[in-house]
């Protein structure tokens, strides 16, 4: 067949001369001298904002998906397969960081004067992602009295301020678990059978430390301690008050049927048609992973460059980035569920009938 669109060129479906002619230092328009590697450090900022707007792409059609009532196995590979390239590409943005690392610290020092009060905070595209996967306001760590939207210019505070009223992935999926069908299993306690392994689980755990020769008394103590604080974590799952004043403090932050549909996504991720659901939740531990790395990474070379100088934004340079690293974190309610899971050989054995009717072609909304 005959191709009837008209030739294309290259450079021109790339627009290489606009792209190509975007890099524009300060320094040689400042002081007419070129500070060499302000070329690089401009190009690896472009680069960034490209993979941004990239991972932008395939969020946004991830939270399409969920947006729905009715989510189909077809389109949760879709989503798991568009989740595991930007986990991909955070792996490259992680890596690039190396390349910034080339320049010395006398190197930046060239031209860093030039640059304030710009900095990476004022990158709307990464709170943009932020925003989208879930990070919530209050959970921002803050370097002055103002928001996190201070620092941009009034259109992106805008493109900003008009997302945040909008379900982010984190909000969407939670929901999609609730709507799961395994949570009312009609005619078998799974949960009263988990429980007992649960704490069958403990009795050992305590006697194992209990017996443990080679622990002091006060060691013995200390252990027996952290083991009860994890048992009464797990009396939780038991009691949706509890879970509830758990996620009112902040210690938590899935809903009470969210959580449970997780954590039986995750105990029962050998049967077939939890295997797209389980790999769903893992990219979402991935992704979060990899930020946390990204912003430690970027926390370190801040401090090689600078030391304990502030950075170009105003803030305090590597604690602040250090500190988003700790608290930036969104989907921990699913990294926390291996607190929760006990040995297959202890697992509770689904009835065949229960497990014909595990499906997730269920679009009906579940009422409080």
């Known amino acids: 067949m005959k191709n009837s669109y008209p030739p294309l060129y290259y450079s ?27 070329v690089l450090f ?11 707007k990239q991972i932008l792409h395939e969020l946004n ?46 190197d930046f020092l060239e031209f860093r004067d030039l640059l304030f009060p710009a900095s ?20 921002r760590a803050r370097f002055d009295k103002s928001g996190y939207k201070s620092r941009l210019g009034e259109k992106h505070r805008a493109i900003l301020e008009n997302e945040e009223g909008q379900p982010s992935l984190c909000d969407l999926v939670e929901s999609w678990l609730e709507r799961t069908p395994f949570l009312n299993l009609q005619g078998f306690s799974f949960w009263d059978q988990y429980r007992a ?18 622990l002091a008394e006060d060691g013995k103590h200390k252990e027996l301690d952290q083991l009860a604080e994890t048992e009464r974590s797990f009396l939780a799952l038991f009691d949706e008050e509890k879970h509830n004043e758990m996620v009112a403090k902040g210690f938590r932050r899935l809903s009470y049927r969210a959580t449970q549909a997780a954590l039986f996504i995750n105990l029962f991720r050998d049967e077939p048609i939890l295997h797209l659901p389980f790999r769903l939740l893992t990219m979402l531990i991935e992704i ?12 370190l070379m801040v401090q090689r460059m600078l ?3 502030i950075g170009t934004g105003g803030s305090s340079g590597h604690s602040y980035l250090k500190t ?11 990294t926390n569920l291996s607190t929760f899971l006990i040995p297959r050989s202890e697992l509770p054995e689904l009835p065949e009938d229960i497990r014909k009717t595990l499906g997730f072609y269920y679009s009906y909304k579940h009422e409080n």
């Not at 890099?23 to 590697?37: G, I, N, R, V």
């Not at 401009?42 to 941004?52: G, K, N």
């Not at 790395?293 to 926390?299: E, G, L, M, Q, S």
């Not at 700790?326 to 699913?334: G, I, L, Q, Y």
Request: proline fraction near 1%.
């Open 61 to 106: 059609s991830v939270v399409s998906i969920f947006s729905n009532d009715y989510v189909n196995e077809t389109n949760i590979g879709i989503a798991v397969s568009r989740l595991e390239r930007v986990a991909e590409i955070q792996k490259l943005l992680i890596e690039q960081v190396r390349i910034v690392e080339t320049m010395t610290p006398l």
């Open 288 to 299: 979060d992973e990899h930020f946390t790395a990204w912003r430690y990474k970027h926390a």
């Open 12 to 38: 021109d479906y790339l627009k290489l001369d606009e792209l190509l002619s975007c890099q524009q230092p300060k320094s040689e328009e400042y002081t007419q001298k070129l500070a060499h590697d302000e």
């Open 120 to 139: 990476g905070f004022q990158s709307y595209q990464f709170r943009q992602v932020e925003n989208k996967l879930g990070l919530r306001t209050e959970q």
């Open 197 to 214: 392994s649960v704490e069958n689980a403990f009795a050992k755990d305590r006697k194992v430390i209990e017996n443990n020769q080679g």
């Open 324 to 334: 988003t690293a700790e608290n930036h974190k969104v989907f921990s309610d699913f």
């Open 307 to 309: 030391g304990t100088k």
């Open 42 to 52: 401009i190009i690896v900022h472009q680069a960034y904002e490209l993979w941004f």
